[in-house]
């Protein structure tokens, strides 16, 4: 299991709020209920759905997998949309596209990770085409302390292939790609890049959803973008298809509804996610050093650390590093080291590794 990413830049208060706005959605229906739309949900988004059939059809639909799975989404594009914030240090977004948001959960994330836009509320738009979606997003986000989440415009619009998208600092799109067939895919892609200044892509953590965002990137890289994170270069994936995929974690706390259908009793759950952030090259920001993309293996006295380390041709691509107590405060850090963690780079003795 991956260790799960904690987003440095998140403000906790907004994952609060959106925790104790979800609490009470449930009211109407009843645990059986819940439960049942829930499964059967989850069975529609793993198949192949066509892309003239919305998943989520009425507020029962929404109802119970917004309380289901909005917090692992939320907790998801924060973790991505960090990582962008601690690359690109510069990057204040004053507005912000949400393509296929659904109920919004990249909407708080957004805030969470930047507040509300500095001196002018974030101008935030969500795109969807399925109504009881967008409705429930609005009514969730009124509740919302932040006034960039509340001012949100929830748009119907049907993503179709060939179409453009409005211009907007940060274009998120979590979540969506699934959904769509290759065609539209690629085409939603394209729009991002050419509307985005900055492009987060976000799919779940499986073999599938990496291969999702791996095009994805392919496709940003291609249209001029920068990949920021969480790769530590822009080059081609050095991971071969089908031998293994790169993805992370996020800690998510469970509510009864996820104890009820998964049948478990931990408190918490990690989602696994994959996600791309790239950006148009006036934004600065610089890439990360290597990641950690396996969970180190700690030995008698010694750290075993699996990197991606960037297309350097001595150190490039995929590889191994063997962190010993000899290297002092580098061995203390690889003991602490989480999977996705950053690995590299000139550290004081308070820190980690030094320069590699």
């Known amino acids: 299991m991956p260790a799960p990413l904690s987003p440095l830049h998140t403000d906790l208060r907004?994952?609060?709020?959106?925790?104790?706005?979800?609490?009470?959605?449930?009211d109407g229906l009843?645990?059986?209920?819940?439960?049942?739309?829930?499964e059967r949900l989850i069975a529609g988004y793993r198949g192949?759905?066509?892309?003239?059939?919305?998943?989520?059809?009425?507020?029962?639909?929404?109802?119970?997998?917004?309380?289901?799975?909005?917090?692992a989404t939320f907790e998801a594009v924060s973790a991505a949309l960090g990582a962008l914030a601690e690359r690109a240090p510069d990057l204040d977004p004053a507005d912000h596209l949400d393509v296929g948001g659904g109920t919004g959960a990249a909407v708080w994330a957004a805030a969470a990770t930047w507040g509300d836009g500095g001196e002018h509320t974030r101008a935030t738009t969500v795109l969807d085409w399925a109504e009881p979606a967008l409705a429930l997003g609005r009514e969730l986000a009124g509740a919302s302390g932040s006034a960039a989440v509340r001012a949100a415009e929830w748009r119907r619009e049907r993503i179709a292939p060939g179409g453009t998208l409005p211009a907007a600092d940060l274009v998120t799109v979590s979540y969506v790609l699934n959904e769509l067939t290759e065609d539209a895919?690629?085409?939603?892609?394209d729009a991002a890049a050419a509307a985005g200044r900055a492009v987060v892509v976000v799919e779940p953590g499986?073999?599938?959803?990496?291969?999702?965002?791996?095009?994805a990137r392919e496709r940003l890289t291609a249209a001029g973008l920068r990949v920021l994170a969480?790769?530590?270069h822009g080059g081609t994936c050095p991971i071969a298809p089908g031998s293994d995929w790169c993805h992370f974690a996020a800690r998510v706390s469970r509510s009864s509804l996820h104890r009820q259908v998964k049948g478990g009793s931990l408190a918490y759950e990690d989602e696994k996610f994959s996600y791309v952030a790239a950006v148009r090259p006036?934004?600065?920001?610089t890439a990360a050093g290597a990641r950690i993309v396996r969970r180190p293996r700690i030995r008698k006295g010694q750290v075993l650390l699996d990197l991606c380390a960037g297309p350097d041709a001595e150190r490039g691509g995929m590889r191994s590093e063997t962190v010993t107590k000899r290297h002092g405060p580098a061995y203390r850090a690889a003991r602490?080291?989480?999977w996705g963690d950053e690995w590299g780079g000139e550290r004081d003795d308070e820190g980690s590794a030094p320069s590699r």
């Open 14 to 26: 907004i994952g609060e709020e959106l925790r104790d706005a979800l609490a009470g959605l449930l």
């Open 30 to 38: 009843s645990p059986r209920q819940a439960a049942g739309a829930v």
């Open 48 to 71: 192949s759905v066509p892309t003239d059939a919305p998943v989520l059809r009425d507020r029962a639909d929404v109802v119970a997998y917004a309380a289901y799975r909005m917090p």
């Open 185 to 189: 895919r690629r085409s939603l892609v």
């Open 206 to 215: 499986t073999p599938d959803g990496y291969l999702r965002v791996r095009e």
């Open 230 to 232: 969480p790769c530590p």
């Open 282 to 285: 006036e934004v600065g920001g």
């Open 336 to 338: 602490d080291a989480a």
